[in-house]
């Protein structure tokens, strides 16, 4: 059964740094294209930042510059580098790991930042 826990979040100041970590169990995360999503409150969830299986990464206009996604196969673990966080950071954030027709999604943690 896969599963994607992930963690790392909390309450930061603005400026602060965070840095989230995605778990994979039950897949071969080295085959799989890997992504960060965030949904704030009363907002649609969208994608913060990706990364392919074969490490091509892309970033929304937002973060770029201040995020950095990167993967560790051996460890089955995806990681969301945030620097210079800003409140609109705030939300719920998402792993997603995809694999031809089939996604699945972690539960989410939480990043606040506060000024």
């Known amino acids: 059964q896969v599963q994607l826990v992930e963690s790392g979040g909390g309450l930061v100041q603005a400026g602060g740094s965070l840095r989230l970590s995605c778990v994979a169990s039950g897949m071969i995360l080295r085959l799989y294209h890997m992504g960060w999503y965030r949904q704030a409150p009363g907002k649609q969830r969208e994608l913060v930042a990706a990364?392919?299986?074969?490490?091509?990464?892309n970033y929304a206009d937002s973060v770029k510059g201040r995020f950095t996604i990167s993967r560790d196969n051996a460890k089955n673990t995806v990681y969301l580098q945030m620097n210079s966080l800003k409140l609109e950071d705030t939300a719920v954030y998402y792993c997603?790991?995809?694999?031809?027709?089939?996604?699945?999604w972690g539960q989410g943690t939480q990043v606040t930042v506060s000024s």
């Open positions: 990364i392919t299986s074969y490490g091509s990464t």
């Open positions: 997603k790991g995809g694999l031809g027709m089939s996604d699945y």
